[in-house]
């Protein structure tokens, strides 16, 4: 099977370093030539074009630029000499559906968009299975399944009117979780203590490692999962006088901890 990436940062790197072992990569392209080049030598496959019109004619096509260009990069694509029928091409952006590529099932290719569970950077190790939201033309889907039949993906299905909420769901474990730990380094700061990552670490790693043998509501420790409601007025009242901000965070995320006790 042969395939060309479009969009040479993060997932297209992620793809590239995954499939190209498996696969035969026939065109990189990227908006500028130095990021196509740079993938391009690190993979030391494909070949690096200025312009997605260039593209070979390729069994699938990974779109992976920055979601704001999708839709550009779609309409090129549409336009592209090297499309054919019953090719397949899938986006794998996180919030976007396969409805974005209707340009190109106009043009008789099969759909989808493909999700990997997990903040890619460029250089992580890769990790040694996945999780995937799939959505989009049941040929789309079943190709994709065979281009990854090398490695093990989890492909969890998705209705296309909840990828924004699904997106919206991951925050939440990813980016939001850095949110809390800047607070917990700034008050830590605040506190005078001059190693604050080491320890931080060492929280959060064991309660993930408690994640995968209880359930969330037995891991609800500390002031709320005692309801030392006397604690919790304290720590709050004195928060306020520190930052009021975090103050607020305090109090809706005490409040839903609260909910994750009671309504289990
Ligand atoms: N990073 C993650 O953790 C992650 C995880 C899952 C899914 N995704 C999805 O992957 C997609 C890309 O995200 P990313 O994190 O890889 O972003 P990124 O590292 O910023 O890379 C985006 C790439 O898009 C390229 N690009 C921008 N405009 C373009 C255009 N008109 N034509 C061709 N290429 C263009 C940029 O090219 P130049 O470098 O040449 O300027 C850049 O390399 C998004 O849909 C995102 O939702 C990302």
Not at 126 to 134: C, E, K, N
Request: negative net charge; hydrophobic residues 40%; contains cysteine.
């Amino acid at each position: 099977m042969t395939f060309s990436i479009i969009g040479c940062g993060r997932a297209g790197t992620f793809f590239g370093r995954l499939l190209t072992p498996h696969l035969t990569l026939n065109s990189l392209v990227s908006k500028n030539l130095e990021s196509s080049t740079r993938v391009q030598k690190r993979l030391q496959a494909g070949k690096v074009l200025s312009h997605i019109q260039e593209l070979a004619s390729s069994d699938f096509y990974i779109l992976a630029p920055a979601d704001s260009a999708l839709e550009e990069c779609i309409s090129c694509l549409a336009t592209s000499p090297a499309l054919h029928k019953g090719q397949t091409v899938f986006h794998v952006s996180g919030t976007y559906s396969s409805d974005i590529l209707e340009p190109l099932r106009d043009k008789g290719l099969h759909c989808a968009s493909l999700h990997p569970i997990l903040n890619l950077f460029e250089d992580m190790e890769l990790p040694s299975s996945l999780y995937a939201t799939l959505e989009g033309d049941t040929e789309a889907k079943n190709t994709i399944r065979d281009i990854f039949s090398f490695y093990p993906v989890t492909f969890l299905p998705i209705e296309k009117e909840n990828k924004l909420l699904y997106h919206t769901a991951l925050l939440f474990s990813s980016q939001f979780v850095l949110a809390l730990l800047s607070i917990s380094k700034d008050l830590l700061t605040t506190c005078g203590l001059k190693l604050t990552e080491a320890p931080l670490i060492q929280l959060v790693q064991n309660i993930l490692i408690h994640m995968q043998k209880k359930e969330l509501a037995e891991l609800v420790v500390g002031p709320i999962g005692r309801k030392n409601h006397t604690l919790l007025s304290d720590e709050l009242s004195n928060l306020s006088s520190v930052n009021e901000r975090y103050a607020e965070l305090y109090r809706l995320l005490s409040d839903q901890l609260s909910q994750v006790i009671e309504t289990t």
